[in-house]
């Protein structure tokens, strides 16, 4: 059975900065694009950067900068780099992974405050 682990969440101030892990348990064949995706209280999930299987990257406009999306083949992992952090980049994130089927992590909570 497939499962996507994230960690490395937690409470930071404004301005700090977490590492975000997405491990892969299980093999996923045929895998297209993986994603961080995050949802705030009361809003909807939105996504945050993707990553194809070429290695091309793209951002969501307010990550653009700040956050940086990898992955480790060999590992299995997927990382989501967040510098700058502010109250607004609070929200659980969530990753995602595209192939045959789609599969969520069941998420890591951020929050930003002093």
């Known amino acids: 059975q497939v499962q996507l682990v994230e960690s490395g969440g937690g409470l930071v101030q404004p301005g700090g900065s977490l590492r975000l892990s997405c491990a892969r348990r299980?093999?996923?064949?045929?895998?297209?694009?993986m994603a961080w995706y995050r949802q705030a209280p009361e809003k909807s999930r939105e996504l945050v950067a993707l990553i194809s299987k070429d290695g091309s990257t793209n951002y969501a406009d307010f990550g653009k900068g700040r956050f940086t999306i990898s992955r480790d083949n060999a590992k299995r992992t997927m990382y989501l780099e967040m510098n700058s952090l502010k109250p607004e980049d609070t929200a659980v994130y969530y990753c995602?992974?595209?192939?045959?089927?789609?599969?969520w992590g069941q998420g890591t909570q951020v929050t930003v405050s002093s």
């Open positions: 299980g093999i996923i064949f045929g895998i297209s694009t």
């Open positions: 995602y992974v595209r192939a045959t089927s789609t599969y």
